[in-house]
Structure formats: C-alpha cells, structure tokens
C-alpha cells in the first residue's frame, strides 16, 4: 500500500462508512499482508462501482455470492484464489459489524469454495534432491550456500532469509548461537544453529561483523525475494533437479525432511513456526505407511489383555 491512496482512493476523500471501515481493517496489519488485503478489497470495491453498489451499507449475502461467480467466472480464479479473497472480505465485514458500521455481516453464511490440496506438490524436494542442492550451493558462492541453507535446513521463509543481518546470530542461549528474527505475524523467533549451518552463515559473512548476511554474487547488493528466486532456480538446474521448486518450496523440504527423519510432529511444529499441527502434518510423507498404522500398536498392546 502506498502513501497516496487506500483501496485506490485517495487518502484526502476517505469520508463514508465503507472507506472508513476499510482503512480500520487493513490498519491491523503491516507490509506485504496489508498490501495482500488491500489489493482483494479494491477488487470488490471495483465490482461494486460498476454495479453502483455501496460496498457496506448497500451490501447483501446474494450480492456476494455473485461476486464469488464474478471471481470463478470472469476473472478465471482458481477455488484457492477464490477462497483467498472471500477470507479476506469476511473479515472486513466482521470486523465492520464489530466497530457497529453495519448491523450483521452479509459474509455471515457466504459459500466458500472446497480447495483440494494436491500432497505430492507441497512435499518440496527428498533428501537426496535437497543435499544434492546444498552441495551444489555450497560450490556455487557462500552467499548461495547461506541463502540455501537457511532455507532448506532452517526451514526460514524466503523473507525472513533476505532479512537476517549478520548481527541477528551471534548470541549464545543455552550453549548454542542462535539466529533472531521476527518472522510471520511479527512474532519474534529464537532458532538454534547446528554447526553446518553456523558454518554456511559464517562463510556468507566473511569478514563482515554488521549488515545484510547474504549479497548477491552481482554487483553485492543484498538479496531479494526475487533474487532469491532466481538463485534457487539457477542452482536447481545445475543440481540438475528437474523440479519446479520456488523458495517456499525449500521450506516444504526442511519441514519433509524432519518428518521423514522421525523427528516428532509437535517438535517439527514448533520448528517450522507453524500455528496448527494439522499444517505440518500435511508433509508427511509417511504417514499413510501401513507399517506405522497406530493399528498394529494397540493390537501388541492389548495382546496380553484380550
């Protein structure tokens, strides 16, 4: 979100209801997640100006059930898109009808699409395929290798890798330096390094004590989201991974990865940062293996009983 303008209207003519509830919404969030939000109202708003609808006041449930048609049907959205940006409007009107804009929310009961998650894509790279790739990032430059493994073995989201400085690791907390961030939601994060990956993070900064940890091996800028991107896909195609992996894909392998390694759910949960169990169980490859069905367990169990 710019300075200039909220949900493509100058920030001088934000006057009605709807503008006001609006900018109350996206003020509860920062950066890329507001611009995210803002970007699905404006959507609507749109929509609604070519319909000569109020967003708020004028707002019904068939109305939106419409705009979910308009999203499948003329902006070909995908049923994840579409969920997406629903999500996103229902909290709007929640949060309008809590701050007394509006009576009820016409979002109460709206139909939001089933999204089916294909596995097979989110379980990132195997072992093999992930240590082939460290290898070949760690001949490549140690700006690569660093930005490889912060997250194929760290598990750090693409934004959070960009971001470490090289004076957010050199704390010691129960024995082991640790790397400090402030990650998704802005909730703080305290993560351990194993020697290999102090090592990588080490080579990265040289004889650096301050500032960006990993520079781009072209003119020594630091590292983007987009040149991260890049990175991993140039380093996929030496390793000679034929698979499309993206950064957050590198995530998906570490989480796989420590499943796969027996690591146990609840500790792979807090490793990864994620806020519900049922996300991470999503990686586990394993899990339908009828050699570990909880069946056999209780049957040698209850053996001596029944």
């Not at 890329?32 to 019904?60: F, H, N, Q």
Request: hydrophobic share 40%; net charge positive; with cysteine.
């Amino acid at each position: 979100m710019d300075n200039t303008t909220l949900i493509g209207i100058p920030r001088t003519r934000i006057t009605t209801p709807a503008e006001l509830a609006a900018a109350g919404y996206l003020a509860r969030y920062r950066g890329s997640t507001r611009e995210t939000y803002r970007v699905s109202l404006k959507i609507l708003w749109d929509w609604c100006a070519g319909l000569g609808v109020d967003p708020l006041e004028g707002m019904r449930r068939p109305v939106l059930e419409l705009f979910a048609r308009y999203l499948e049907d003329e902006r070909h959205n995908s049923p994840a898109t579409v969920a997406h940006h629903l999500s996103i409007i229902r909290g709007y009107y929640s949060f309008a009808e809590i701050d007394q804009y509006i009576d009820r929310s016409p979002a109460a009961h709206l139909r939001m699409p089933r999204v089916f998650i294909d596995e097979s894509r989110t379980l990132g790279l195997d072992r093999m395929e992930l240590g082939s790739l460290i290898q070949t990032a760690r001949a490549s430059s140690p700006s690569d290798s660093a930005l490889i493994t912060l997250m194929g073995m760290l598990g750090l989201r693409v934004s959070e890798a960009c971001n470490v400085k090289i004076e957010h690791y050199q704390d010691i907390e129960r024995g082991h330096r640790v790397l400090r961030l402030v990650g998704k939601g802005g909730k703080p994060a305290t993560i351990p390094l194993p020697v290999p990956v102090l090592r990588a993070l080490d080579a990265a900064a040289g004889d650096r004590t301050s500032g960006p940890l990993l520079l781009r091996n072209k003119g020594g800028g630091p590292v983007n989201r987009k040149s991260a991107a890049l990175t991993v896909e140039r380093l996929c195609k030496k390793a000679g991974i034929n698979k499309r992996v993206t950064p957050h894909g590198l995530r998906h392998s570490f989480v796989t990865a420590a499943l796969d390694a027996g690591v146990p759910l609840r500790d792979v949960q807090i490793a990864a940062r994620h806020s519900d169990p049922r996300i991470t169980a999503r990686y586990d490859r394993a899990r339908h293996n009828h050699d570990r069905h909880a069946n056999h367990t209780v049957a040698a169990f209850l053996a001596g009983a029944a």
